[in-house]
C-alpha cells in the first residue's frame, strides 16, 4: 500500500525550530519528486520546497529562504524539512507529496495527510 505519513507538527514559539519528517511506504521516494506544501485557514494551499530526484536540485517558496531545508534520506525512504526562525505566518497544516515526474507541481502522484505547526507565544 502506498502511503506517505508526515510527522514533527507542534506547538512552538515564534523564533522557535521544527523538523518535519515524510515517510514513505509501498514505493520508493528516491524515484519521485518530494514537495512540502502548507495550507493556513482561510487560505489557498502553498507549494513551500521541493526536491528533485536527480542531482537534489531544490526549491523553496521566497518567504522561507533562508529559513527552511529540505533533504532527503533514502536509506530510510524519508524526506524531511527542516524549519527555523519560525513566524506566526508560518502556522499551517504541512503535506508532503511525491511526484514521478522530475520535479513538483499542484498535480503531485501522492500526498500524505498532513501535519499541524503552530507558531504562538
Known amino acids: 500500500q502506498v502511503q506517505l505519513v508526515e510527522s514533527g507538527g507542534g506547538l512552538v514559539q515564534p523564533g522557535g525550530s521544527l523538523r518535519l519528517s515524510c515517510a514513505a511506504s509501498?514505493?520508493?521516494?528516491?524515484?519521485?519528486?518530494i514537495g512540502w506544501f502548507r495550507q493556513a485557514p482561510g487560505k489557498e494551499r502553498e507549494g513551500v520546497s521541493c526536491?528533485?530526484?536527480?542531482?537534489?536540485?531544490?526549491y523553496y517558496v521566497d518567504s522561507v529562504k533562508g529559513r527552511f531545508t529540505i533533504s532527503r534520506d533514502n536509506a530510510k525512504n524519508t524526506v524531511y524539512l527542516q524549519m527555523n526562525s519560525l513566524k506566526p505566518e508560518d502556522m499551517a497544516i504541512y503535506y508532503c507529496?511525491?511526484?514521478?515526474?522530475?520535479?513538483?507541481?499542484?498535480?503531485?502522484?501522492?500526498w500524505g495527510k498532513g501535519t499541524l505547526v503552530t507558531v504562538s507565544s
Open positions: 526536491i528533485s530526484t536527480s542531482h537534489g536540485s531544490t
Open positions: 509501498g514505493f520508493t521516494l528516491d524515484d519521485y519528486a
Open positions: 507529496a511525491a511526484s514521478l515526474g522530475s520535479w513538483c507541481s499542484n498535480d503531485m502522484d501522492y
